[in-house]
């Protein structure tokens, strides 16, 4: 497809992803969908990166995929694998996937798939397993791989039942555009689109073929996990960025990833290029007992939710959020989401904000626009102490670090023959 003018492509990446169709469709074992994982290969969050550049949290997620997998009976012999190198790593957005927090995702694992019914493109996202002590952020306990292994063997069985019900699967925008009225911003808070999964999955989980026993594990897991709907807007992020990735041109970013190491972005008009920079810290409010000075560095592809225009890019739809990630208050969402459409060239009208007189969410963020201004995008995020083995302390703001941008400019510049 040619274009006269980049703005021409921006928009026509802008109307990919609105007219973008997610349904979910499936939980199944990883590697019956993403082949790399029939190997002894473990995907990670972010750009690549080798073991001995991972924080310990990544280490410990990985450590944790060992022993789910029986790779290894023990840490010690699991930690000897990773560090011989006899496990390959691929980031997950290499293979259609993202991945939370480390996003260490390994083939026996889950993963949930959203299907755009708009080019039938699939992406895939593990599922939620809750907060404290889990392997996205690091943790590797016995009561870690317990639960993995229960949502392998239960909760991910019952859910492809009851989806295997629903006429081409559960439409996803439905659910984001209710939930966006009712204080969610899709990062930090999913507790109406939680809510409005397990009404609609509900009357499917009672006529699947579940034991009592089952279904009452999986209906009060899903009632307890708040954050349950982010996998599933994280692989609807992803399925819909990487379609309005199509188009070849412009100026649009597409991705937004990190692995403690670097943060990552990628551009309309660059291809799978990545252009990174050192990550930043998140900074925020943390739970009893756990200060700044623990906090790991920023990971994870969750941030695909803020190149899609939800997360801290909506912070006004969810100004509840602000004061539990340390953010302020109304006016101070207000603000956030102002500074955000500076640096993005559209509204997504799909998902109307009511604390926003009904504008639509932000769209398209553009990275001439972020170099002119130096304005970054805002991460709403979780945040892991950086020890291995203990998992969430917390949740915060984070900035991308701006090099990302300029890197990308400069790309750009290069590709249209512009002199910077």
Not at 72 to 95: Q, T, W, Y
Not at 193 to 199: E, N, P, Q
Not at 327 to 333: K, L, Q, R, V
Request: hydrophobic content about 45%.
């Amino acid at each position: 497809m040619m274009f006269n003018t980049i703005d021409e492509a921006n928009t026509a990446v802008i109307e990919k992803i609105k007219e973008g169709q997610p349904f979910l469709i499936d939980v199944v074992p990883a590697k019956t969908v993403i082949k790399e994982l029939n190997e002894r290969v473990l995907l990670h969050a972010g750009p690549p990166i080798v073991w001995e550049r991972m924080t310990e949290p990544m280490q410990g997620s990985c450590i944790g995929a060992a022993l789910f997998e029986k790779w290894a009976s023990n840490e010690d012999e699991a930690r000897k694998m990773l560090e011989n190198g006899e496990v390959k790593f691929i980031p997950c957005h290499h293979v259609d996937t993202v991945g939370p927090m480390g996003g260490i995702t390994s083939g026996n694992m889950p993963v949930l798939v959203v299907e755009n019914k708009i080019n039938e493109k699939r992406a895939y996202c593990t599922m939620n397993e809750g907060i404290g002590k889990v392997l996205r952020f690091g943790a590797y306990g016995e009561e870690v791989i317990n639960r993995l292994h229960w949502m392998k063997d239960v909760l991910a069985p019952a859910l492809s039942k009851a989806l295997g019900q629903i006429d081409g699967g559960l439409n996803v925008n439905v659910i984001i555009a209710k939930a966006i009225t009712m204080g969610d911003e899709f990062h930090q808070r999913n507790i109406a689109a939680s809510v409005l999964f397990l009404k609609e999955i509900m009357p499917y989980l009672l006529t699947a073929d579940i034991c009592e026993k089952e279904l009452r594990q999986v209906t009060k897991f899903l009632a307890d996990t708040d954050q349950f709907f982010l996998n599933i807007m994280m692989a609807t992020c992803k399925v819909i960025m990487d379609s309005a990735r199509t188009i070849k041109e412009g100026t649009i970013v597409t991705a937004l990833t990190r692995n403690g190491d670097n943060f990552a972005i990628r551009v309309s008009g660059l291809g799978d290029e990545w252009f990174t920079a050192p990550v930043n810290t998140p900074e925020g409010l943390f739970f009893s007992g756990f200060s700044q000075e623990e906090a790991n560095p920023d990971m994870g592809d969750s941030a695909i939710t803020e190149s899609f225009g939800v997360g801290g890019m909506a912070m006004i739809a969810a100004p509840g959020v602000t004061r539990f990630i340390g953010a302020g208050g109304f006016e101070d969402a207000s603000a956030i989401s102002e500074e955000m459409s500076e640096i993005c060239i559209a509204r997504n009208p799909n998902y109307s904000i009511p604390t926003w007189d009904f504008q639509g969410t932000c769209l398209g963020i553009d990275v001439r626009k972020v170099v002119e201004t130096g304005i970054t995008p805002l991460i709403n995020t979780g945040i892991a102490h950086k020890k291995a083995g203990i998992g969430q302390i917390g949740a915060g703001t984070v900035r991308v670090p701006l090099g990302c941008f300029t890197k990308a400019l400069e790309a750009l510049a290069k590709k249209y023959g512009v002199e910077v």
